[in-house]
Every structure is written in C-alpha cells, then in structure tokens.
C-alpha cells in the first residue's frame, strides 16, 4: 500500500523544504498525487508525482446539453469545461494529455454535477443515475479518440456527494460498470465525500462506524476496482442540519459561487483521522494507494498525523 499526498500545480513545492523526497521519505510519504490543470505542468513537480488528479467542472451538464452559463472563457472551463458538447470532449481531452506527460499510476476524476444555482440547497433537481450514464458518455467519447480506444492511465472515478456517483450503495457504481466502453478504469473512493452523504455524522467515531458499514456491505467486484482511496472524513452533520438553504434567485453568478465557498467547506471538512480504529476502513478496501488528502498551510502536519496511525 503507497502513501501519498495530495499537492497541486498551482502551488510550488516550497512546502517540502529544499529536498523534496528527503522530506517525504522522512515522514513516510511515497510521492504525490498531483491536481493538474489545462496547461503543461511545470517540470519542479515532475519527479515527485506518482498519480494524477484532473481538473473539475462543476456543471460540465450545462455545457453537455448547450445551455451555457453567461460567464468568461476562463471561468466558462472550470465551471463547465466550455460551452459546448465539443469543448467539453476537448479541454477533457486537453486536461488528460497534459496529465500524461507525469507518466501517472493513475489519475482521478470526480464523477458529479451540481446545477450551479444550487450549490447552496441541501436538494438537488438532477438524479445521479443520469449524472453517471451522462458522464459515461461523455468519457467515451474522449477516449474513443486515443490510441487503441484507452486511456494514456487508468482513470479513476471518485465520488462527490453531489449528484452523480455516491457510493452509499452499489446503484451507481453498477450504472458505472454498464456503461463505460474502455477497459482502464476503477475508483477513487473519497471516505470524506462518503461522510457527507451519510446520516448523523457528528464525530470521528461516528464516521468510522458509518464507513465501515458502508464499505462492509460492498461486494468483491466494486471493492477490486476501489485502486486508491482519498483518506479523511467530514463530521458536519450539525451543519448539514442547521445552514439556511440558498439558492441563486436574482443573486449575481459569481456572487453567488464565491459565497458558496465556505458552505463547501462546512461540508466537505477534510479532517484527518486520529483514531487508530480508521484503519480498519483501509483493511476492507485494501487500496493499493491511500492518498491523505489534507488542507490549509499545515498539510504536511495532517498527513503525519494520520499517517501514523497506519502500518
């Protein structure tokens, strides 16, 4: 099993002092899984990169079915990977070759959709059934065009709790399994994302429950294609029961997203374990790769942490 830490092309690699593997052999880190973007990524991240994780648009559906947001070019990709069919199946396209130059185990893609003016309501109009076929689609369409019809990695679908794949059961995992066209795939199961789907989770102990009955009732088929898993949870039940719902209305668009911000976050917590027992999650899965997926300035601080919990 490799551990990893997640780290971004965005930033540099000062965090990592001035040898970067010398600092992660000495905490117990086997490299980095990289978020990468559109453009080539800088060489200083190159060495250190064992796997990939792709770009995310938020409501690449709206660009699916040509009903485009009015936004910029630039914000017009991240939010929908374009505006059309065609650059959605091109800036994925984009997004993959440049991924490829790390030569990665794999790399990672959110498989979920949010209608953007809904990013701050607890309900959502879309189902994730047609989340999941819409964005099988999509991916074999991109892959068609590769060099004998697979991807240049495996690409791992994660899921969000966001409409699309959720894994609090099988349901989209099979809808998955029926409608991708290409054979080098598998799952990037996200315990924080699964905390926030799940009921009644107000503390580490009880997302450790909760993950372990979830994952326990998993057959053998979708635990082999689970290859990494993104390691962290979400306690925020109190907050998932208690934020006032806030939909777009007449709000201004970027307004509106910039204010959802801290919502994600009051979801999404990204907490690092520090029970020992969180180990029996990864006794279930057995994931070939666990990437410690921490936030804020002290990351590298989290990743030990809860690192060493784990053999």
């Known amino acids: 099993m490799y551990h990893l830490i997640s780290h971004s092309v965005y930033n540099d690699m000062t965090p990592f002092g001035g040898n970067p593997w010398s600092t992660m052999t000495d905490i117990g880190c086997d490299g980095i899984e990289m978020l990468t973007s559109f453009d080539s990524p800088p060489e200083s991240h190159m060495p250190y990169t064992q796997s990939v994780h792709l770009p995310y648009a938020t409501d690449w559906l709206a660009a699916w079915e040509e009903r485009p947001y009015e936004m910029d070019d630039v914000r017009a990709r991240y939010y929908m990977f374009g505006r059309t069919p065609e650059d959605v199946v091109c800036n994925i396209t984009t997004a993959m070759d440049h991924a490829a130059a790390f030569s990665p185990a794999y790399g990672v893609m959110h498989l979920g959709n949010v209608d953007l003016h809904e990013l701050r309501c607890r309900r959502y109009s879309l189902d994730d059934a047609k989340v999941v076929r819409t964005f099988c689609e999509i991916m074999n369409r991109v892959v068609a065009d590769m060099p004998g019809g697979e991807p240049p990695f495996k690409v791992m679908f994660e899921n969000l709790w966001w409409p699309g794949l959720r894994l609090v059961d099988e349901s989209d995992f099979r809808i998955l399994d029926r409608h991708i066209e290409f054979e080098n795939w598998g799952i990037c199961m996200d315990t924080g994302h699964l905390t926030v789907c799940l009921p009644r989770i107000y503390t580490q102990q009880d997302a450790i429950e909760a993950l372990l009955d979830t994952c326990c009732g998993y057959s053998r088929d979708l635990i082999d294609r689970i290859g990494t898993v993104h390691f962290h949870y979400s306690a925020s039940a109190a907050y998932r029961e208690s934020f006032e719902d806030t939909p777009m209305g007449d709000m201004d668009m970027t307004d509106y997203i910039v204010s959802a911000y801290p919502h994600i976050s009051g979801m999404d917590q990204h907490l690092p374990f520090t029970d020992a027992a969180c ?25 030990m942490l809860q690192r060493s919990l784990l053999s």
């Open 279 to 303: 180990a029996e999650i990864l006794d279930v899965l057995r994931p070939t790769y666990v990437t410690h997926e921490m936030m804020g300035d002290d990351f590298i601080e989290k990743f």
